[in-house]
T-cell receptor, first 117, second 115 residues
């Protein structure tokens, strides 16, 4: 079975600075997807960024980018120019490609990101 | 589009009571999911469905039942509620296998407390 590990329960960063959240995973699959979700105090789960394992190029969405190291099974999220609105829980998630996503996502325990004004 | 909607938003149950958490989506998604999120934890899959009439167990199905009679609705039934079922419940949906990436769209969650 696959597992997702987020080793940083909490991270703090000054506004406008850059922060990196770590995620490692374990799987026997060779083809899969990785995701970062943001959960603000409203509880709504918001997709931040997605990476397809067969693509070597790291995904980027505006101020959010990932460092995907397939051999090391590592998938970190970098947030540049941190803003107060980035404060939230961040979850790393995995889904195998086979099965079309029917069996859902596997989540890490989350990292609580604090933005210091 | 309303997206994924869940009712109720909050509920307090007594031990042994039963209830149904409602979930509906208006995006014509084939796949639907139920997750639970315990304090300080990530989401764990309870049940999922790949279409009307087809459901299957996820990682933590004990104490729950589901049905899927239409594409839009995917209710979660709790029988004989126990304190261990105190959690936040999320419903999600996604397109089927034809859509690469299969982004899951989440509802706002239901906070359930069993006393």
């Amino acid at each position: 079975a696959q597992t997702v590990t987020q080793s940083q329960p909490e991270m703090s960063v000054q506004e406008a600075e850059t922060v990196t959240l770590s995620c490692t995973y374990d799987t026997s699959e060779s083809d899969y997807y990785l995701f970062w979700y943001k959960q603000p105090p409203s509880r709504q789960m918001i997709l931040v960024i997605r990476q397809e394992a067969y693509k070597q190029q790291n995904a980027t969405e505006n101020r959010f980018s990932v460092n995907f190291q397939k051999a090391a099974k590592s998938f970190s999220l970098k947030i540049s120019d941190s803003q107060l609105g980035d404060a939230a829980m961040y979850f790393c998630a995995y889904r195998r490609r086979s099965g079309g996503g029917a069996d859902g996502l596997t989540f890490g325990k989350g990292t609580h990101l604090i933005i210091q004004p | 589009n309303a997206g994924v909607t869940q009712t109720p938003k909050f509920r307090i149950l007594k031990i042994g009571q039963s209830m149904t958490l409602q979930c509906a989506q208006d995006m014509n998604h084939n796949y639907m999911y139920w997750y639970r999120q315990d304090p300080g934890m990530g989401l764990k899959l309870i049940y999922y469905s790949v279409g009307a009439g087809i459901t299957d167990k996820g990682e933590v199905p004990n104490g729950y039942n589901v049905s899927r009679s239409t594409t839009e609705d995917f209710p979660l039934r709790l029988e004989l509620a126990a304190p261990s079922q105190t959690s936040v419940y999320f419903c999600a949906s996604s397109y089927g296998q034809s859509r690469g990436g299969n982004e899951q769209f989440f509802g706002p969650g239901t906070r359930l407390t069993v006393l």
